[in-house]
């Protein structure tokens, strides 16, 4: 093969990369209009708050929260002063930084996302896990690994990001684990 030659995707490349641009693309559709229909917000907006939550104080530097959420800076400075709007999200300045400003969830905010989580999470689970085997969902979880491993997201972003699936792991697998039975002790 000639160096200058594109590797056109086989059939069944193509065919695996149309289901997953489809996929995804009426899954966010519909994550979307259920959290607008449910909760009276987007999509984006349930994942700054939901990325917030799972941060230490609730708190992120803006310029970290644009990383892991793949925001411009300006699309997220709109969505933070909307979700300020609602009283859900305050800024307010970084000690360590002047350049800096921190997004922080507020208690309204985490009310806000506490009480559309069930439906969301719901929706997530009709849509998308109780069509698949638990086989399924290991083998999804390895492929996205795989290639969220090889994607170019900003170094600070893409820490932070690992770092709350990482704790979004290790809360998942205590909640699986039996509360020990404070009558044995």
């Keep these: 093969m ?26 966010e ?3 979307d209009r259920q959290l607008q229909r449910e909760a009276s917000m987007s999509h984006a907006y349930y994942q700054i708050l939901a990325m917030l939550s799972d ?15 793949q925001s411009s800076q300006s699309r997220l400075s709109h969505a933070v ?23 922080q969830l507020t208690d309204d905010g985490f009310a806000a996302l506490a009480e559309a989580a069930p439906g969301h999470v719901r929706t997530v689970r009709e849509l998308m896990f109780d069509r698949l085997t638990p ?36 809360a998942a697998r205590k909640a699986e684990q039996p509360c020990p039975d404070s009558r044995s002790s």
């Design 2 to 27: 000639d160096g200058d030659e594109e590797r056109w995707l086989t059939p069944d490349e193509l065919q695996t990369w149309l289901s997953y641009v489809a996929t995804t693309t009426l899954l």
């Design 29 to 31: 559709a519909a994550l």
């Design 55 to 69: 941060s230490p104080r609730r708190t992120l530097r803006m310029s970290d929260l644009a990383a892991v959420t």
């Design 81 to 103: 002063a909307r979700l300020e709007g609602n009283g859900w999200i305050r800024r307010v300045p970084c000690l360590d930084d002047r350049r800096s400003t921190l997004a």
């Design 135 to 170: 086989e399924q969902v290991s083998q999804l979880r390895e492929i996205c690994t795989v290639v969220l491993g090889g994607l170019t997201v900003e170094h600070r972003g893409k820490a932070l990001l690992e770092s709350i699936i990482e704790r979004s792991g290790e």
